[in-house]
Every structure is written in structure tokens, then in C-alpha cells.
């Protein structure tokens, strides 16, 4: 696992300067702590940090093609770059190393730009090619790896994160408002734009080239024209089974130790199961849990998968004022807020796991693939209440939303009755509706934001073609939620620790399989994930297979009632905090005092504007 970085000046009569390179990298040592090296080209230059994990005194970057006109640095795995170096070796290609990152090089000096139809991995790729003066950056299909570029005039700064760009780019970052009513709607800014005004993500199965001034970027892989397939349950299994245990397999080959993270919950567990079949040794398994909250800990559930498959079981608990003091080094590393407490713990983890391994495979992915939310299950529930409230009189709709006040759970059901799906589902995550921001937003330019936000998530939902309500609402979280919010958690948490993440369930053959599968595989009644509990049943504790979702909990509703409230109510309600316009500072004291008193959970909210604000002191004050 790696950090990539580079500057294009698209003045070729401007060289890069190397130092400029060198400052971008040392912003992100801690993906790469174990070597370092800088490319420049005229006016290109490329930067790269790196951490060993295949081939450790050979895959040296940047990476440079015989002649030395082609030049790449490289962040992630090619997990079938055995295969795909076979393939090239009949073609007439020698190898010095027995890294991927030359089977990368190799495979655009045969195939160009449709080189990354080979890839099956994770990756952010950038790839100079000084015959065309061409630069061509790539993104993996799921988003696994970021990639952020600025683009002006001038040049194209790119980076596996935003503070190297932030680095170079000579002006005090900007917040972009427009996407402040994503971030409070869903957690997350979800799509091309961040919260640094002219910083961009380039999107999940996309690749950006840069040849003669002119900049293209496309798509090159999707979900959307997938069909259906004709395949019985049984066959589904099987079929599902092998694709699991080949993909789990590929994410086990490394050179350095490896081991799994151990929620105790269906999907984690049946990577460990899977690990546990295909290991000669005891796997390294790492959980969290809470000693003051014992109801919000995984641990028993952990231990218990644990002892079924003899795992070196590690644990760590998280205590509330080591996750205050966390929320900076949060911010520090995911770079943009979002509403992911969790992630606290992670990071915590990952410094536990570091210890003892550099490798470490986890189980994201399952829910988004097969439907395992309890958003999925609730919605046809809601779909039968919008076909009787869609007759209800605007007028009537906005008394009852009047009535309903800062009761938040009922007056988001009230929204989403009114909303057919297709303008109502804005991913697993969508939390904060139109009248509970008409409470929540002092700024009007915020308010009028929620058309954007609703646009964006109407176009994504109508984009899959093929098929049913819950095709379309997975096909969301997987092109949203996922990349955006899950994954940006996963990748800078372990990677802040210097510990690289696979993720097995998110192959992108896994991927396509569950998404051409009927609905009832996946979703059969009120049982998501069914396929995956069903192939379980063959390897897991009963227990755990149908047990309670948790989601990897932080007892956060608990701390923000009491030893984290005073601090927490000091910041928001802090005079700078109120100043910047955004909230009425009327409902922060309102759900504040509600939480406090137990009347409703506002947790996620008030986790969401603390984060919020600690992120503008940081980065925009």
C-alpha cells in the first residue's frame, strides 16, 4: 500500500520542480513509510511513498519501462498480476522484478489505455508516457484507493489525498457551501465534489488522460446495463461460494504478515472463516469494544468466532475520552468530516493490528452487495405509506410536520411518505429530510441546496436501467455510500497506521455476480444478505449468522449524554462556531437538551455538526 502524487504543468515550457514533489509526498509518509521516490520530467513530475508488501527489495517506484520513457507510480494491488504476468511473458515482455507495479507497466506498453481491463485489484494509478506526452491516471472500479486532482489553467495537481495538493497549491482552502447540505443530508459528499472548493475526486471506474492540453475523463467500468441472471438458488451458492474463496485467496498473497479485522458480525466472520480453510497457521484476528458500555461491544460475538476457528485473537478497548481526543486525528487523516464514528475506533485498532501485522483483510462491502441494511427491508414499508400519502394536501403535510417539531425519526418517516422512491432514496445513509433542515439551516443558500442533493441521487438512482427498487438502491450505495463514506474510512484509518486493507467482498467479479443475481437471493423478505447467510450456515456458529446488526458501534448516544456533553455543547454553541451562519443556533440547544434528557437519539446529528466544526478549525480557519 501506497501514496501517489504529481503536478502537470500545462505550460510545457514550465519545468516541475522536484522540490514541490518532495512536499507533497512528505504530507503522506504514513502511507508509505517504508521508501520514497520523485520523478521529474520537464513538466511533469511524480511523486510516490511506499509501503513493502509484494517483492520488497524489487518494486522500487517510480517504476520505469526498459528505454525509460514510460514511467509509473502506483497505490494499491493488482491481485491477478501473476496471471496477467504469464500472459505478458508470451507476448515477449521480461520482468526484472516480481513486483505488480511492473506487470502495470508492462500492460500499458501492450495494451495502452485499455490496460486496466486487465487489472482485478485496487488501485490509483498514474502513468507518464513521455513518446505521446501523455498522462493517464486510473482509478479502481470500486473506489477502493482515492484519488484527488485540482485542475485550473495553470496545471493538475493529483494526490492518494487532499493534504499534498493542499501542500503545493498556494491559497487558503475554501469551502465549497453547496456540498455542506450533502455532508448533513448523508454524512458524506458524495460524487466528483469534496468540501475543498476546486478539489476533486476522480470517481470509482474512471481514468483521467492528459495528452496535448486537453483533459478527458471517462468511464470504463459500471453496473448499470447488468442483467438479470437466470440461475437456481442452489447453483447461486455454489457459484458464489467459489468466487468468495478465489477472491479471498488472491487478498491472502503477500509477503509480509497478514490477519483479519473481527467485528463478530456475519461479514467479517466469513472472511475469517474463509482465511481460517486456506491458512497453515493460527490467523491474526483484532476487535474493539467498550468496557463502559458493554451493549454497544462486539467482543463476545468476536470471541466466539474466535474460538471456533482457534484465531490469535487480539482485542482493544476504547475509552470516551480517547475517542474526544481522536476526533482531531480523525479530521487529520480523512481530510473531510464525516459522519463516521466509527472510524475512531478503527484507527485505534489499526495502531493494535500494526503491531503485529502489516496486511489486513476485513469484510466491507457485504451489505452494499446484497442488500443487508435495514433500510433495504423498510422500504417497501415505506413505499405502501407514500401510496396513501401522496393524497394528503400539501397544506395538511406541512401542519403535521409543524406538529411533529423536533421529534427528527418521525418527522423523516413523515418526509419519506410523501416521496416515491426514486425521490426519496439518497443511499443507505440519507438521514436529514427537507423539514428537518427547514428547522436546522440559518443560511438559505444552504436550504436551497437540497435540490441539488435530491437531483444528484434521483439521476444515480434512475441510472441502473435494469430492474427492480432494490437493484437500483444497492447499485446507489455502491456508486455512493461506498466509495464516499465506508471506503474513505477503511483506506485512511488503516493507512494512517500504515497498514494496508483488502477487501474481499468487494472484488469486482463478486460484485457483478451479486448484482445480476434475482432479488430474493439477496433480499428474501425481512432476511438481507440471505445467499451469504445461507452459505454460512455451512461454516459459521448459528449465532452468529443471524444474530442482531450492529454495524460496528461506538457508544456515542451514551457519551454525548454525559462525560462528552459539556465539552460537546461548548464547541457548538461556541460564538465562532455560530458566527459561521450555517445552523440555528436555537435547534443545537434543542437537540442537545433533547438528547441529553433521553427524549430522542440525536447522536448522529450532533456527532455530525461537532465534526463539522472541528474541521473548519482545522483546515479553513
Known amino acids: 500500500m501506497c501514496g501517489i502524487s504529481g503536478i502537470l504543468n500545462r505550460n510545457t515550457d514550465i519545468p516541475v520542480g522536484e522540490e514541490l514533489i518532495s512536499r507533497m509526498n512528505a504530507q503522506m509518509v504514513h502511507r508509505g513509510p517504508d521508501a520514497g521516490g520523485v520523478y521529474v520530467e520537464n513538466n511533469v513530475g511524480l511523486g510516490h511513498r511506499r509501503l513493502k508488501i509484494i517483492d520488497l527489495e524489487g518494486g522500487v517506484q517510480p517504476m520505469f519501462s526498459d528505454d525509460r520513457n514510460v514511467t509509473v507510480v502506483f497505490n494499491g494491488e493488482v491481485y491477478n498480476f501473476k496471471e496477467l504476468r504469464v500472459v505478458l511473458e508470451g507476448k515477449g515482455y521480461q520482468f526484472r522484478t516480481s513486483s505488480d507495479t511492473e506487470v502495470i507497466l508492462n500492460a500499458y506498453l501492450e495494451y495502452g489505455e485499455q490496460c486496466t481491463e486487465h487489472f482485478r485489484g485496487m488501485f490509483g494509478i498514474a502513468i507518464y508516457d513521455k513518446r505521446q506526452n501523455k498522462l493517464l491516471i486510473i482509478r479502481d472500479r470500486l473506489g477502493i484507493k482515492p484519488v484527488y486532482y485540482y485542475l485550473d489553467e495553470q496545471r493538475l495537481l493529483f494526490s492518494s489525498e487532499i493534504k499534498p495538493i493542499l501542500e503545493v497549491l498556494g491559497s487558503k482552502p475554501e469551502v465549497y457551501t453547496a456540498a455542506l447540505d450533502f455532508y448533513m443530508s448523508v454524512g458524506y459528499v458524495p460524487g466528483e465534489k469534496t468540501l475543498f472548493d476546486g478539489i476533486y475526486k476522480l470517481l470509482p471506474g474512471h481514468q483521467m488522460v492528459v495528452q496535448n ?17 437466470n440461475v437456481s438458488f442452489e447453483q447461486a451458492l455454489d457459484e458464489f461460494d467459489e468466487i468468495v474463496k478465489e477472491s ?32 497453515d497457521t493460527p490467523v491474526n484476528t483484532f476487535s474493539v469494544g467498550y468496557k463502559d458500555d458493554p451493549e454497544s461491544s462486539e467482543l463476545g460475538y468476536a ?18 475520552l480517547d475517542f474526544f481526543n481522536s476526533l482531531d486525528i480523525l479530521l487529520q487523516y480523512t481530510e473531510e468530516p464525516i459522519i463516521e464514528s466509527a472510524a475512531v475506533a478503527l484507527y485505534q485498532l489499526s495502531k493494535l493490528a500494526k503491531e503485529h501485522v502489516t496486511v489486513i483483510l476485513s469484510g466491507e462491502g457485504g451489505d452494499e452487495i446484497l442488500a443487508g441494511y435495514p433500510l433495504h427491508k423498510i422500504t417497501p414499508m415505506v413505499n405502501k405509506l407514500h401510496s396513501v400519502a401522496r393524497f394528503i394536501p400539501g397544506v395538511i403535510k406541512d401542519k403535521v410536520a409543524q406538529r411533529l417539531g423536533y421529534n427528527e425519526k418521525r418527522l423523516k418517516y413523515w418526509d419519506w411518505a410523501g416521496l416515491s422512491v426514486d425521490d426519496r432514496y439518497q443511499s443507505i445513509s440519507n438521514d436529514v429530510t427537507l423539514n428537518i433542515k427547514k428547522n436546522m439551516y440559518q443560511s438559505e443558500k444552504l436550504l436551497d441546496s437540497h435540490t441539488e442533493t435530491c437531483h444528484f441521487y434521483k439521476q444515480l438512482f434512475e441510472k441502473m436501467s435494469q430492474g427492480t427498487s432494490l437493484r437500483k438502491m444497492t447499485y446507489s450505495d455502491i456508486k455512493s455510500w461506498l466509495p464516499d463514506d465506508l471506503l474513505v474510512k477503511a483506506d485512511k484509518m488503516t493507512m494512517a497506521a500504515s497498514l494496508e486493507l483488502r477487501v474481499p467482498l468487494l472484488d469486482h467479479k463478486l460484485v457483478e455476480y451479486a448484482t445480476s443475481l434475482p432479488d430474493e437471493y439477496r433480499l428474501n423478505g425481512k432476511q438481507g444478505k440471505y445467499l451469504f447467510k445461507k452459505l454460512m450456515e455451512r461454516k459459521l456458529p448459528h449465532e452468529i449468522i443471524y444474530r442482531k446488526k450492529k454495524g460496528f458501534p461506538v457508544p456515542i448516544a451514551n457519551w454525548f449524554r454525559t ?59
Not at 492540453?213 to 441472471?229: F, G, M, P, Q, S
Not at 491472502?252 to 491458512?279: K, N, Q, R, T, Y
Open 213 to 229: 492540453n486537453a483533459v478527458d475523463i471517462k468511464c470504463y467500468w459500471d453496473l448499470e446495463d447488468t442483467e438479470t441472471r
Open 248 to 279: 479471498t485467496q488472491l487478498r491472502m498473497v503477500s509477503d509480509v504478515p497478514l490477519g483479519a479485522f473481527l467485528s463478530g458480525g456475519l461479514d467479517s466472520s466469513g472472511i475469517v472463516s474463509m482465511m481460517s480453510e486456506m491458512s
Open 303 to 320: 470471541k466466539i468466532v474466535a474460538e471456533h476457528f482457534k484465531t490469535q485473537h487480539h482485542e482493544y478497548f476504547l475509552e470516551p
Open 563 to 621: 462525560v462528552l456533553y459539556d465539552k460537546t455543547r461548548e464547541i457548538l454553541l461556541d460564538p465562532v462556531t455560530v458566527s459561521r451562519g450555517y445552523f440555528k443556533k436555537d435547534y443545537v440547544e434543542q437537540i442537545l437538551t433533547r438528547h441529553k434528557q433521553g427524549v430522542e437519539d440525536h447522536s448522529r446529528r450532533i456527532f455530525a455538526l461537532l465534526n463539522l466544526e472541528l474541521w473548519h478549525r482545522k483546515y479553513i480557519d
